[in-house]
């Protein structure tokens, strides 16, 4: 008997090339091909007399050659092979091209299954290069639930089924990972028939049923992975904060906090109170105050005698945070510092003294925090701003400089909360739902290319009133391909002919780290007075000045990518606005891109994205901190992920670290997942 963990090339017919063409499936073992589902099923199970074949919709159906088939040579490369078949209902002609084999396949007089799909019209249907069968041969291609895989260059779906059999032949598939219990209140397939049922299914209901196990199973392994995570994480133990009066700070402040700060805030409280490490998440929409919550808890924490870090991603949001928390807090006897790569080494040094002797109560900051000569007296808070920024290994490199610090994460990218409890990890959760009173929103506007004019008109009026624009556009440089607006092109037709009188400057991902800081810092000092830039800008400074944003080629963004730009304006007190172009006339796209007119909500936004383009475009799947789901897909399998969270959360609570072969094989399959999204994972 093999085991999964043995190679491809154990198969029958998988040489060096095929094993290569699996590799780029990122299939190399048995237990990597068991677990290559299908992306969809054709179901070839119902025969249809020919008299009721409707054009264009393939079909099975069983019928006798009338004819002996003839192959005639059309030119170099080209053979035509027709025949006629027939059954009680009618007659069809057959043409097969450049498949002189089907002389010597399809015999007169005998029947065959054949499937495909007529074509024609009222002059006379036909059918081109059908699949067929003998009609007492084993169903391999029709009269069957027809498996289709994601496949590569090379390799074709009867290679993958061939092999897909030969494997699951060979070796058991993975072990049983769901309690009995479980499968029985959920309706779940058990292991072995569903790994059998999902490649070779009997019917459709059946291919469904696998589905099902499948997708609640990758569910489960996850939830349950977050719950003995969460679990670790109450073993670990902090001092509780004694002082946790907050009068002071809130006198302090010039306006008074929404009723979501104010609930965010006593999440914290509460859990500074509870002995175990904090570790939560606070999601909030642009705008909302995220920085105001995060403040309250570095004063939290300063009161009782701890100190506490901010970091950053960008030098300049650094520099942002640190001015407006410094503002508040230096009056309330708290000591605030900057610690970014660009200071000189002495200010460095200064500022790294005063954080080990414990003068400086807060740092904000960017990587630099995470230097090894960045030494705290006794670290308490951690906080990181824009959470998908960092990777696991940052944030575990600044909780490290403390004994079990607190964190708190800070994210303005609105996620539905399903998604969120699965992309945070194993982060509690506070969602900042209220914008404060007096934000106006930003009117959005979606036109063609025939607004050109009175677009550039719009940009002129606003630089005249004093304010500043931002035009993004989807690529860097030109490509003729994708026919897109590029930044560095557009940034020179402004500047040569549209706006000559004006200041425009460029922004993109291919600049220099510095370069960018640089540009991004001149405009927010008001040096420009239109930024054309990528995406770069979607996590950005606060420029209150800027009320025009001009997204070119909408159609290419998802709808949170674009609520993110959107939240670029609309910061300071005068009237902002969003126009977003596209040259696309589908219907879908429209109707997407409307939606975005419709509503400022984050949330709302959220949501009809997922349903729309699934879950990887809220920050590209590779850094979005989901793993590799394999079945699930998290835009439609919602009900499923509540009720696997439910099920393994209940488990690992009663028996989750039992010595039984379901806990035992589990726990196999937890160390797998999050070693292979180790990296992605927050």
Wanted: with cysteine; proline share 5%.
């Amino acid at each position: 008997m093999a085991k999964l963990s043995d190679p491809v090339t154990i198969l029958k017919g998988v040489g060096p090339t095929k094993a290569k063409q699996f590799a780029n499936l990122n299939i190399y073992t048995l237990g990597d091909l068991i677990c290559h589902f299908p992306r969809g099923y054709e179901d070839r199970t119902k025969l249809v007399p020919i008299a009721k074949l409707e054009p264009d919709v393939p079909a099975c159906f069983k019928a006798c050659v009338m004819t002996t088939p003839r192959t005639s040579h059309i030119r170099k490369g080209l053979d035509i092979t027709k025949v006629q078949v027939a059954d009680t209902t009618g007659r069809l002609n057959l043409t097969f091209f450049n498949q002189k084999f089907t002389t010597g396949q399809l015999q007169y007089g005998k029947e065959y299954i054949f499937y495909g799909a007529v074509s024609g019209d009222f002059i006379g249907y036909h059918m081109t290069s059908p699949v067929f069968e003998p009609l007492d041969a084993p169903a391999v291609t029709t009269r069957r639930v027809l498996p289709l895989y994601p496949l590569t260059a090379g390799l074709s779906n009867a290679a993958m089924l061939k092999a897909v059999h030969q494997a699951l032949a060979l070796c058991d598939p993975p072990a049983e990972i769901i309690p009995k219990a479980v499968r029985e209140q959920y309706g779940i397939l058990p292991a072995e028939r569903a790994y059998y049922a999902i490649h070779e299914p009997s019917s459709m209901a059946e291919a469904e049923l696998a589905k099902k196990r499948l997708v609640f199973e990758e569910f489960f392994v996850f939830s349950a992975g977050l719950a003995l995570m969460r679990a670790s994480r109450t073993e670990k133990k902090t001092d509780r904060y004694e002082n946790l009066d907050l009068k002071p700070f809130l006198n302090a402040l010039p306006f008074t906090l929404t009723g979501a700060q104010q609930r965010a805030i006593a999440d914290i409280l509460g859990d500074f109170q509870k002995g175990t490490p904090m570790n939560r998440l606070v999601q909030g929409d642009v705008g909302s105050g995220k920085t105001m919550v995060a403040a309250a808890a570095a004063y939290a924490a300063t009161q009782n005698g701890r100190q506490a870090a901010l970091m950053a991603p960008t030098e300049i949001l650094a520099e942002q945070h640190y001015q407006s928390l410094n503002r508040l807090l230096a009056p309330l006897g708290i000591q605030t510092t900057l610690l970014t790569g660009s200071m000189k080494p002495r200010e460095k040094a200064e500022v790294r003294k005063g954080l080990s002797d414990g003068q400086i109560q807060l740092a904000v900051g960017t990587h630099a925090l995470l230097s090894d000569a960045t030494v705290f007296r006794n670290l308490g808070l951690v906080i990181t701003d824009e959470q998908h920024r960092f990777g696991v290994g940052q944030r575990a490199r600044l909780s490290a400089k403390g004994s079990n610090p607190h964190l708190l994460v800070m994210s303005a990218t609105p996620i539905p909360r399903t998604l969120a409890l699965l992309m945070y990890g194993d982060l509690d959760v506070s969602i900042l739902d209220e914008l404060p009173p007096g934000r106006e929103p930003v009117e959005t506007f979606l036109v063609g290319e025939s607004y050109r004019a009175r677009i550039h008109a719009f940009i002129r009026r606003q630089v005249a009133e004093g304010h500043q624009c931002f035009v993004v556009c989807p690529a860097v440089e030109e490509n003729e391909e994708l026919g897109v607006k590029a930044a560095s092109a557009w940034a020179e037709t402004l500047r040569q002919t549209v706006f000559p009188d004006l200041r425009i400057a460029l922004l993109h991902g291919k600049m220099k780290g510095a370069e960018k800081e640089a540009a991004m810092a001149s405009f927010a000092r008001g040096e420009a007075d239109v930024m054309v830039a990528t995406t770069v800008i979607e996590v950005g400074v606060d420029v209150p000045n800027a009320t025009l944003m001009v997204i070119e080629d909408a159609d290419r963004f998802g709808l949170s990518q674009l609520h993110q730009l959107r939240g670029r304006v609309g910061r300071g007190s005068a009237k902002s606005y969003c126009i977003l172009t596209t040259h696309n006339r589908n219907p879908e796209t429209l109707q997407r891109l409307k939606a975005l007119c419709k509503t400022t909500d984050g949330f709302k936004i959220a949501e009809e994205d997922l349903k729309l383009r699934g879950p990887g475009d809220f920050f590209g799947s590779r850094q979005s901190g989901l793993p590799a789901f394999r079945m699930a897909n998290l835009s439609c399998d919602l009900q499923t992920l509540q009720q696997a969270q439910t099920a393994s959360a209940a488990w690992i609570e009663e028996s989750g670290t039992a010595d039984t072969p379901e806990a035992n094989a589990l726990s196999a399959r937890i160390g797998e997942l999050f070693s292979r999204a180790e990296g992605t994972m927050n």
